[in-house]
């Protein structure tokens, strides 16, 4: 019988996702207008005002960026901890990269389609149970995972995890106890990753009983080191992803003005 296998009726009331309340309380919320808006508005003005060249480019373009990079960086309290969690995901979509052969799905849909290209025995039970989590099927993903193996500290840690998971998006309350010590007994993990899981599991307890979810994080990221440069670039990618987008969409406007002048037709908009 697995952990939650005596979770019976008479269950109390249905608590929040533990996985939810921690990504919310780390990673804040991307707004997409600013990013559009801004270079619009700036063109705008620029036009109202009839500026010469150089300021043209520079108000179309500055403005919006170094403000989201200023709101990016009011954030840096919480960098440790995004990386902790970015880094885990990384290992995590690397390995399903290399095991599976194709990218992990990203949403709910992409997680359904990936489980009609594999039906059951064409994929190893852990990542079909992984993707109905992903897709929303919590009774397939329980039965798939009391089909999981037990016989090493890796395939125990394996599917503890994805228990906890079900469980949080069950309503039920978090037990870490059985990851953390299969975690413990897994000799072939590099000791980083270990501790960054270890953080991870307590970070989510601290969520799931209304405590500081940041703090076991932020004391990992301090103890793991420098992270690999790859990670490093993709998480800056993700961080600056705002201030990016805004820059080419200016740049996007500047050149519709500049094509437009050229063919003396006026703004060519693609």
């Not at 990936?114 to 190893?124: D, F, I, K, T």
Request: hydrophobic share 55%; charged share 20%.
């Amino acid at each position: 019988m697995t952990r939650s296998a005596g979770f019976v009726a008479g269950r109390p009331p249905r608590r929040d996702d533990a996985y939810a309340l921690l990504y919310r309380s780390v990673f804040d919320s991307t707004m997409v207008w600013p990013v559009v808006v801004g270079p619009l508005v700036c063109f705008v003005v620029a036009l109202g005002f009839a500026l010469p060249a150089v300021p043209f480019a520079a108000v179309v373009l500055l403005p919006t960026p170094l403000l989201l990079a200023l709101l990016v960086f009011r954030g840096r309290r919480l960098w440790p901890a995004q990386e902790c969690l970015a880094w885990l995901n990384m290992i995590g979509s690397d390995a399903w990269r290399s095991e599976v052969g194709e990218r992990m799905p990203g949403s709910a849909a992409q997680a359904k389609a990936w489980l009609q290209r594999h039906p059951e025995g064409s994929a190893a039970d852990s990542f079909r149970a992984g993707a109905m989590l992903a897709a929303g099927w919590p009774v397939d993903a329980r039965e798939a995972l009391n089909r999981l193996p037990t016989g090493s500290a890796r395939e125990r840690h394996r599917r503890f995890d994805l228990e906890m998971a079900l469980d949080a998006k069950e309503g039920r309350p978090l037990d870490v106890a059985a990851a953390d010590a299969a975690l413990r007994e897994d000799a072939e993990m590099p000791g980083v990753e270990k501790g960054l899981h270890l953080a991870y599991h307590a970070a989510l307890l601290a969520a799931d009983r209304g405590g500081d979810c940041v703090r076991p994080l932020v004391a990992a990221r301090a103890s793991a080191g420098p992270m690999p440069r790859a990670f490093a670039r993709r998480i800056r990618l993700v961080r600056y992803r705002g201030v990016i987008a805004a820059l080419v969409i200016g740049a996007w406007l500047l050149a519709a003005v500049l094509v437009g002048a050229a063919t003396a037709g006026g703004v060519v908009w693609f």
